[in-house]
């Protein structure tokens, strides 16, 4: 059964820093991974997709790794701002169905102005 | 509107009643998927549904889950004798059409329920 972890669960840094949140997957054999923002009260935004054959995606600031055979992405965020202070969720998509999710916890990321 | 919506945004009932969540999906969104999430957890998948087919119950916790879509429109969400366990962010989901490896998920902002 596939697992999602995401460590750790709440982050605080400086405005200005690069950061690393971390998502780890039980079983390789996915489709793809996704990452997400949350807001308070404006439900998720879709950041990066990674597909299974690709090893990273770039949006902007953002970054994403992929390596499946040890079950791991990155999500990495350079020059933070206050405005990146969300909590932070990665969800694969495995083979066993074409349509679910299966979801991390997240990790709250507050970066102090 | 160019997004998911949700109503109502924020639901606060007293046990053993029951609730009605909206969903309106992207326009042409054929796939229309509801999720739950508890406080600091991540979501747990409820019900999908695609096009005209059956829908996919297999996550529903429980007979007092239901949820209904007609067509490719609106779906409504029903807890039926609520409990507080029920207490959760209740988020819908919509994408062009079901599958596909890079298939995408839209997320609405979610409809908060607090069962007293």
């Known amino acids: 059964k596939q697992e999602v972890t995401q460590i750790p669960a709440a982050l605080s840094v400086p405005e200005g820093e690069n950061l690393v949140l971390n998502c780890s997957f039980t079983?390789?054999?996915?489709?793809?991974l996704q990452w997400f923002r949350q807001d308070p009260g404006k439900g998720l935004t879709s950041l990066l997709l990674?597909?299974?054959s690709q090893r990273e995606q770039t949006s902007g600031r953002l970054n994403a790794s992929l390596d499946k055979s040890s079950g791991r992405s990155t999500l990495y965020i350079a020059a933070s701002q206050p405005g990146d202070s969300a909590t932070y969720l990665c969800?694969?998509?495995?083979?066993?169905?074409?349509?679910?999710?299966?979801w991390g916890a997240g990790t709250k990321l507050i970066i102090k102005p | 509107g160019a997004g998911v919506s949700q109503s109502p945004s924020n639901k606060v009932t007293e046990k053993g009643k029951d609730v009605e969540l909206r969903c309106d999906p992207i326009?042409?969104?054929?796939?229309l998927y509801w999720y739950r999430q508890r406080l600091g957890q991540g979501l747990e998948f409820l019900i999908y549904?695609?096009?005209?087919?059956?829908?996919?119950k297999s996550g529903l916790p429980s007979d007092r889950f239901s949820a209904e879509r007609t067509g490719e429109s609106v779906s409504t969400l029903t807890i039926q004798r609520t409990q507080q366990e029920d207490s959760a962010v209740y988020l819908c989901?919509?994408?062009?059409?079901?599958?596909?490896?890079?298939?995408?998920?839209?997320f609405g902002p979610g409809t908060r329920l607090t069962v007293l």
């Open positions: 989901a919509s994408s062009l059409t079901w599958g596909g490896m890079g298939n995408e998920q839209f």
């Open positions: 326009s042409g969104h054929t796939a």
């Open positions: 549904f695609q096009g005209n087919s059956a829908p996919d």
């Open positions: 079983d390789s054999a996915i489709y793809n």
């Open positions: 990674i597909q299974s």
């Open positions: 969800a694969v998509r495995v083979p066993d169905s074409n349509y679910q999710l299966i």
